[in-house]
């Protein structure tokens, strides 16, 4: 499985991004899919999960701005992120999994599959 991040970019606080997440490769298995990020000297935070069955689940400094979502006919995995703050200048990683769900989906040491990451920058 592959992962290819794009969307990044820079923005003003209270601006809007879409990231998205194009999966190749195994994409007939079920997977569980993520979205973390990492700003320098720390560690990485997950941002948004979700499942094989279709359940979400977000970190508790993105609930209410960001929406995560897939559209399974084009193997790939949104992050729509509304009301931007300074603190989410990130580096924004997809990640997968196969299962249809997983225990910890917040933890970054869940899933083997990983994007090269897209910059958001907001100022």
């Known amino acids: 499985v592959q992962l290819v991040e794009s969307g990044g970019g820079s923005v003003q606080a209270g601006g809007s991004l879409r990231l998205s997440c194009v999966v190749s490769g195994n994409t007939e298995t079920s997977r569980c899919m993520a979205w973390f990020r990492q700003a320098p000297g720390k560690e990485r935070e997950a941002v948004a999960t979700l499942n094989g069955i279709g359940s979400k689940n977000y970190g508790d400094s993105v609930k209410g701005r960001f929406t995560v979502s897939e559209d399974h006919a084009r193997n790939t995995l949104y992050l729509q992120m509304n009301n931007l703050e300074s603190e989410d200048t990130a580096m924004y990683y997809c990640?997968?999994?196969?299962?249809?769900?997983?225990?910890?989906?917040?933890?970054?040491?869940?899933?083997?599959?990983w994007g090269q990451g897209t910059q958001v920058t907001v100022s």
């Open positions: 990640a997968a999994i196969e299962g249809l769900y997983v225990g910890y989906d917040l933890v970054a040491g869940t899933y083997t599959y």
